[in-house]
C-alpha cells in the first residue's frame, strides 16, 4: 500500500550548515507529495507541495525535488536558521483511487542550535 | 482562508469518563481527519470521513469512535477516557477531488486524563 518512509526521527545541526531531510514514499497509484512544518505548540501547516519529476520547488528558502526513478522527495535547505526548528512531515496523496487520501511519514524533529 | 476550528482547545478528562471533542471546518472540505500526536511524536490517524454520515477507521481507532452528522463537523468521542489517552488531538480537513490538495488543521486540542 501507500506509505511514505522518513528515516530520521531527529536531526540536530549548527545554525549556518545546510539541513537534508529524507522522505521516501510508496504508491501505485499517484505522485504528489508535501512537506508540512510545525513549530512548538502549533499546528501542522503545508511548506511546500509537487508532483513533477525532476523539478526543484521552493519556498521560505527550503527547496525539494521529486525524484520518482528513487521515489524520494528530500527537503533541502542551504543555510539552517534558529527558527528552522521544527518537526517536518513528508506526505503523499494516495490518488483517486483511495480518495487522495493523504498519509504522513513519522516525522523528522529539526533542532538548529547556534 | 480555509479554518477549522477544534473545541474545546483543552481539557482534563478524569479516568473512565466520556469525552467528546468537536470540530467544525468552513472549507467546504468533504474529507476530515482526526490525528493523535504524543509529546515529541508525529501524527497518527485515528478515524477519518470522506461523506457526512460515514466514518472511516485510521490506524489506531481502538478507544475512540467517531462521528460526522455534517460536511462542516466532525467528532471525536472517547467513551471511556485512559490515560493512555492523554495527548494532542488534530482534526483536518481536505479536498479529496484533486491530488493536489492541501490538508488544513485546526489548532489542536490538549487532552490531559488524570
Known amino acids: 500500500g501507500d506509505s511514505v518512509t522518513q528515516t530520521e526521527g531527529l536531526v540536530t545541526l549548527t545554525e549556518g550548515l545546510p539541513v537534508m531531510l529524507n522522505c521516501t514514499y510508496q504508491t501505485a497509484y499517484s505522485t504528489f507529495l508535501f512537506w508540512y512544518v510545525q513549530h512548538l505548540n502549533e499546528a501542522p501547516k503545508l511548506l511546500l507541495k509537487s508532483s513533477t519529476d525532476n523539478k526543484r520547488t521552493e519556498h521560505q528558502g527550503f527547496h525539494a525535488t521529486l525524484h520518482k526513478s528513487s521515489s524520494s522527495f528530500h527537503l533541502q535547505k542551504s543555510s539552517a536558521q534558529l527558527s528552522d526548528s521544527a518537526l517536518y512531515y513528508c506526505?503523499?496523496?494516495?490518488?483517486?483511487?483511495?480518495?487522495?487520501?493523504?498519509?504522513f511519514g513519522d516525522g523528522t524533529q529539526l533542532v538548529v542550535k547556534p | 482562508e480555509a479554518a477549522v476550528t477544534q473545541s474545546p482547545r483543552s481539557k482534563v478528562a478524569v479516568t473512565g469518563g466520556k469525552v467528546t471533542l468537536s470540530c467544525h471546518q468552513t472549507n467546504n472540505h468533504d474529507y476530515m481527519y482526526w490525528y493523535r500526536q504524543d509529546t515529541g511524536h508525529g501524527l497518527r490517524l485515528i478515524h477519518y470521513?470522506?461523506?457526512?454520515?460515514?466514518?472511516e477507521k485510521g490506524d489506531i481507532p481502538d478507544g475512540y469512535k467517531a462521528s460526522r452528522p455534517s460536511q462542516e463537523n466532525f467528532s471525536l468521542i472517547l467513551e471511556l477516557a485512559s490515560l493512555s489517552q492523554t495527548a494532542v488531538y488534530f482534526c483536518a480537513s481536505s479536498d479529496p477531488t484533486t491530488e493536489n490538495t492541501e490538508v488544513f488543521f485546526g489548532k489542536g486540542t490538549r487532552l490531559t486524563v488524570v
Open positions: 470521513s470522506y461523506v457526512a454520515d460515514s466514518t
Open positions: 506526505a503523499l496523496s494516495a490518488g483517486r483511487n483511495n480518495n487522495n487520501r493523504i498519509f
